[in-house]
């Protein structure tokens, strides 16, 4: 027997319990990417069939073979140009009927089929009785039931594989189109009548999807036959006269011969209990899918995960950072060592690189419960009643009932993260939804920008703290809303529309072993494609903060207050028993040792082992040990002068951090924005503050700290003393700021979240370019009009949420109908129906 190793796809409609044969078959062997040129998601795994090797390929889930869909087109170039051995189509034996809708084009395809009737259990439940043999007797090709989630039947679904690849080229089952065969049989004549058509792509699955006018078939014709222009006119002309004569147009009698074979197939072949039985999940949609009691039940769900994943794992996010800093600290005592004013380039790029990347590998607790409840809520069968329930509202802002997760995880309130926002957005297979989706959430009120958010709040708004809070919370949804409409009826007018088909799935209990999976299949994607490119962005943002340099003489000032530090402290270890055995050189290598050991003892709190880290410093460096720990009268009086001397250089390293921002490339671009953002409210310090933070949000804070000339471990109080001691600094500075930062553009690793999930760049750029204008625009309205205007900062805060709420109405009330209107025509329009 040959071991060269076969292609195999898997196929089948979303919900037939898909991904569940996939992992039955391959485990832990798989490998997830994207196909080439598209953001759906590749999945691939190995298997060993009758001793030959599978690679198995889980092509996405389709209800057909159009071009309609990104995920149908996908599907269907692999199966014509990868060729599989074979093809394993997965179709739910509890909702057969409607699953042989793709079975009929799959095997028009021409490649050989292996039916699995899956889901065995539930029909069994149902009382639906399947007869798999005369199924294959009819189809002529190998049907298999299974149980997926148990494991049964995967020795015999192998098995078929295996002898199907070896028998060869199949007898293709045809579908009869009656009176369209003549139609189709010519139409097959003319496209094979060439020898390197014929060999591109099935000659009659080929004239089947020109009579559907089918717009990538034609391209395919275009393509690969030399005369598709002559084909394309008799085409139009046989369908123009098969219109005439049966008085239907080709492609809908295509769709209703396919759609009368499939129940004709499911009257003889299935057996269904005389009187239908409501089953356990009709009577949970009852109250799941009400109209009253399903947008309830979905907020509480989403309330519980928002709870689990951004709060719960938030708080297993901090007990985890000690791994983190320890990889730090790992890292730190690898690289040379501090200077007094100056690290050494090496240490500062390294340090700045691993604080970057643990800094995004702080989140992993948070999107692995994230990934986990999602995995739940898809395999649970909720995930389509979500969208279900919600399609309607959210269908008038240009997006998708499946638009509701990424916005919930975004932060739809407080406290997202627009990396998996991003990131779940691949879910909605409404292209322009999809992108509309992806270009608002990261508007969504993220963890990161809530500091500076509490920061502003306390210092203007104290008085109001709690409606503040309240308005930059939910004035952003209302931002968004009228935003996603615009965008759908301009720059996304001409992008690809799907209908709303939502199949009600049966509930069923997910398993341990398939959320995990799921769950760490998305975080090692997340970190493989994620963390590898921060390293790279990391590098470039360290070089545009802390270059050029300061010129000499201020470098020559800042060395001569650290030289009279050191004299300082050295006069006071002259008056001590320690003269002698301290020398100028050593001030800088005793200030690291006290740093070291405060680093040790932070956070011990059993006395043994404090003990113990005092024994290990005073064994490495009795000296320094007895002046950091204070022994004797000499010890107390030269650790007091310790203290000046590290403050001092605290002080010193500071200042020049903030000099060195104001400096460096991103200060003097900070400096050159302030003609016009001064109309916002900002001068240069802010936008230094707001071009770092497109690094990481979170930098907005810390680089207002380090500018000001503050330290920053106080937190936000030291922040809000330094932006209240800012002279003409008012609420209104203050709320403008807020709104800008609320608009921000994605930071940058959800910036190359977005690059990832639409393929493009450009998207990417423009997502940074749109939301950076608006926020400017926005700033701008409510600062500059809010002064022309007298109003103060609660006033315009007001004013402003007003004009929202108006804006979200009025996109609201703009029919589907007029939005078609002014976006224009569209690519494709949807050919065939979808059985229910």
């Not at 009758?50 to 159009?66: A, F, H, I, Q």
């Not at 391209?219 to 036959?225: E, F, G």
């Amino acid at each position: 027997m040959s071991q060269e190793k076969l292609l195999v796809a898997l196929a089948g409609q979303p919900n037939c319990g898909k991904t569940t044969v996939f992992n039955m078959l391959t485990g832990a062997r798989q490998h997830v990417a994207n196909y080439p040129g598209v953001t759906v998601e590749k999945k691939s795994g190995r298997f060993s069939a009758e001793g030959r090797p599978v690679e198995l390929v889980d092509l996405p889930g389709t209800y057909s073979l159009t071009s309609y869909s990104l995920e149908e087109r996908v599907a269907r170039d692999f199966i014509l140009y990868d060729k599989p051995r074979a093809i394993i189509n997965v179709a739910d034996a509890s909702n057969l009927k409607r699953n042989l809708y793709l079975t009929l084009q799959l095997f028009e395809m021409g490649v050989p089929v292996v039916l699995n009737l899956n889901m065995m259990d539930v029909a069994e439940r149902r009382g639906i009785g399947v007869d798999a043999r005369g199924l294959q007797e009819y189809f002529g090709s190998p049907v298999v039931p299974t149980v997926g989630k148990k494991g049964s039947g995967a020795p015999q679904l192998k098995a078929a594989v295996a002898a199907l690849a070896d028998a060869g080229p199949a007898r293709a089952f045809a579908v009869d189109y009656g009176p369209l065969e003549p139609f189709v049989a010519e139409i097959g004549d003319l496209v094979a009548a060439d020898p390197q058509a014929a060999g591109a792509y099935p000659s009659r699955w080929l004239a089947i999807k020109l009579l559907e006018a089918d717009a990538e078939a034609a391209n395919l014709l275009a393509r690969h036959h030399p005369e598709a222009a002559e084909v394309m006119e008799r085409v139009q002309a046989l369908r123009a006269r098969f219109e005439t004569e049966a008085g239907l147009s080709a492609d809908r009698h295509i769709a209703f011969t396919r759609h009368r074979l499939c129940a004709d197939i499911f009257r003889r072949f299935v057996t269904v209990p005389g009187e239908k039985r409501r089953t356990l999940s009709d009577k949970a949609d009852s109250f799941v899918c009400h109209r009253f009691a399903g947008p309830v039940i979905l907020v509480l769900i989403l309330l519980g995960l928002y709870q689990i994943s951004i709060v719960f794992g938030g708080w297993v996010a901090l007990q985890v950072w000690p791994v983190w800093g320890s990889l730090e600290s790992f890292t730190e005592g690898l690289l040379p060592a501090a200077g007094f004013l100056d690290d050494p380039l090496l240490r500062s790029l390294g340090m700045w690189t691993v604080k970057s990347v643990t800094a995004i590998l702080n989140y992993l607790p948070i999107f692995f419960l994230l990934f986990a409840l999602i995995a739940i809520l898809e395999d649970s069968g909720y995930m389509p009643r979500m969208a279900f329930i919600l399609d309607r509202l959210f269908r008038r802002f240009g997006l998708h009932g499946q638009s509701t997760l990424p916005l919930i995880l975004g932060g739809v309130y407080v406290g997202g993260c627009a990396i998996p926002a991003v990131m779940a957005t691949k879910a909605i297979p409404d292209e322009r939804a999809r992108l509309a989706t992806i270009l608002v959430a990261p508007m969504m009120n993220c963890l990161a920008k809530v500091p500076l958010y509490l920061i502003l709040i306390s210092a203007y708004f104290a008085d109001h703290a709690g409606m503040a809070m309240f308005f930059i919370a939910t004035v952003t949804l209302f931002m968004a809303l009228p935003v996603a409409k615009a965008l759908s009826l301009t720059v996304l007018r001409r992008r690809e529309s799907a209908p709303f088909i939502m199949e009600m799935p049966p509930y069923h209990l997910p398993t341990a072993g398939g959320v995990l999976r799921r769950a760490l299949e998305r975080i090692w994607l997340f970190v493989k494609k994620i963390v590898t490119v921060v390293v790279a962005v990391a590098v470039i943002v360290f070089m545009l903060i802390n270059f050029p340099n300061l010129g000499r003489e201020r470098l020559e000032d800042y060395a001569a207050r650290r030289d009279a530090a050191v004299d300082a402290f050295m006069a006071e270890v002259d008056k001590t028993s320690f003269k002698g055995r301290i020398a100028p050189e050593d001030v800088l290598a005793l200030v690291l040792f006290e740093e070291d050991m405060k680093s040790a003892k932070r956070g011990v709190s059993d006395q043994a082992r404090a003990d113990a880290i005092n024994a290990r410093f005073a064994e490495a460096n009795p000296v320094f040990y007895a002046v950091v720990s204070r022994e004797g009268k000499d010890g107390k009086a030269l650790n007091r002068a310790l203290k000046g001397v590290i403050n001092t250089r605290k002080e010193l390293r500071r200042n020049m951090r903030a000099e060195r921002f104001e400096a460096s490339f991103l200060g003097v671009a900070g400096r050159a924005l302030e003609p016009l953002t001064q109309w916002a409210g900002f001068n240069w310090r802010i936008n230094i503050a707001l071009l770092s933070a497109f690094a990481a949000k979170e930098n907005s804070a810390a680089t207002l700290g380090a500018i000001y000339g503050i330290d920053g471990e106080g937190g936000g109080s030291v922040e809000q003393g330094m932006l209240a001691g800012e002279e003409g600094f008012t609420p209104l500075h203050a709320l403008a700021l807020m709104l800008f930062m609320a608009l921000y553009p994605p930071c940058i690793p959800a910036s190359i979240m977005v690059r990832m999930q639409t393929n493009s760049s450009k998207w990417m750029l423009f997502s940074i370019g749109y939301q950076t204008l608006l926020g400017l625009a926005v700033a701008t309205l409510v600062f500059t009009g809010g002064r022309l205007l007298g109003l103060s900062g609660v006033q315009a805060m007001w004013a402003f949420y007003g004009l929202c709420v108006a804006a979200t109405v009025g996109m609201a009330l703009i029919p589907e109908k007029t939005a078609r209107e002014l976006s224009g025509p569209q690519t494709r329009q949807p050919k065939e129906g979808i059985a229910s």
